[in-house]
């Protein structure tokens, strides 16, 4: 008889980040997703420690999609000894790449050693910083590993194992992953992240097949989001009051999918005279690729997006949209009053966005609008929580500037993941990419409102795929 498969949490376990998931079938390994963990410094150092398994026994990795947090750990499995193959569909493995380079920048510049002031005198007391977690030739290593898949077709990961990845509606290319193990006849599902069922550009997501075990993200697990036209009031009274008083608004956004929804959802309320004509700046170089990613998608009228009308930029409707592209273009955007900047990271915590915080966050007629999740222990969520100050970049900042915080999630919030779960049967269900209350929110209402065991996958916990729905279908 062949051994029962297993699923291991190796993160997103009682965190949102570092999402990865091992399911072990006895004759082969494979991952879904491999993140890095985000967050505070407990969280980030995760990432250096040793993998729990030798990344060389490690068969294939199937992605759900491009965000660092489910993709940006693979350059370090391929560096330590990886060397199959990594599924996605094709506009996860491109967002993967941007994002992935991205990173590996980030790491070497964090570990080069800062020069102070003395040159060589400071210099000999310079601390010994520790070597990058992975290169930017170790992330073009990992890229070399990825194999463009379609959605909604069966494809054989390793022998013994086959996916078919379904349109998850959170990011351009998302997917929830469908795993079938030949030999034990059992089906794991795991969403990946679940979007918004009204989301702006993309459909909602695909129902999910009826599984032995379901792995569900929580992000929102215990939470309602305020209804799509009380978020967009606050959001119109905040820029309008701010541009009224000849003030800037600053909006940080994750520069894959936030800013496509920010820039669309700023773009049509201009078109239809509910916020007047205010240049719109976008600065970040990734932001501007992946714009670039969905630009070429919607041309491509890509399965996965809601029909767009119009030939028109989707993105620049009425003509407002700037792209910063050079450092002279920053320079001069840093004179400018009057205006919306939309610029990454999304939490305040790198990016060009930290540079329009520094030099705007004392004048309390500009606005801040935090539109997306803010991680624990990220300048965002300190702004978020009402900080006065704020250390941003090895400096202290006060900050006297409004603060607004809009619902535009890229995550279902609990009654759509539940509905989503309600969809097809289930056996046990584990609650992911959830801080605790969240994911112990999510079990509890699965328990009560499906019937069906639930609980918080804990980190680095290995469970057996028990008899389920599927099971009983299959046989
Ligand atoms: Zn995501």
Known sequence: MASEPTIQFLGAAGSVTGSRYLIDTGSAKILVDAGMFQGDKELKERNYEPFPIPPSEIDAIVLTHGHLDHVGYLPKLVRDGFTGKVYGTKWTNKIAEIILLDSAKIQEMESRPRKGRKGREKQRNVQVTRAPLYTSTDAAQAIFHLQDVPMDKEFEVVPGIRATLRNAGHILGSASVELNLTESGKRIVVSGDLGKAGHQILLPAEAPPPADAMIVESTYGDNHHEPD??????????????????????IPAFAVDRTEVVLRQIGELMK????????????????????DLYRAAIAEKDPSLRPLQGNADPFNPVGQLHEVRSWEDRMDLAKKRGVIIVASS????????????????????????????????????????????????GRELLVRSRIEHVGFSGHADAEELISWLAKAPAGKTYAVHGEPEQAEGLCRRIRSALHRPAAVAKFLERVQVGRGTAEQQVA
């Open 272 to 291: 239809n005279g509910t916020l007047p004509p205010t240049p719109v700046y976008v600065d970040g170089r990734m932001s501007l690729s992946v714009l």
């Open 229 to 250: 036209d009380v978020a967009i009031a606050k959001f119109v009274n905040a820029i309008k009051e701010t541009i009224h008083r000849g003030g800037t608004v600053i």
């Open 346 to 393: 999304g939490m305040a915590s790198g990016g060009p966005v930290v540079g329009h915080l520094a030099g705007r966050l004392d004048d309390p007629n500009n606005t801040v609008i935090l539109v997306g999740y803010q991680g624990e222990g990220t300048p965002g969520r300190a702004l978020a929580g009402g900080a006065k100050r704020l250390m941003l970049d």
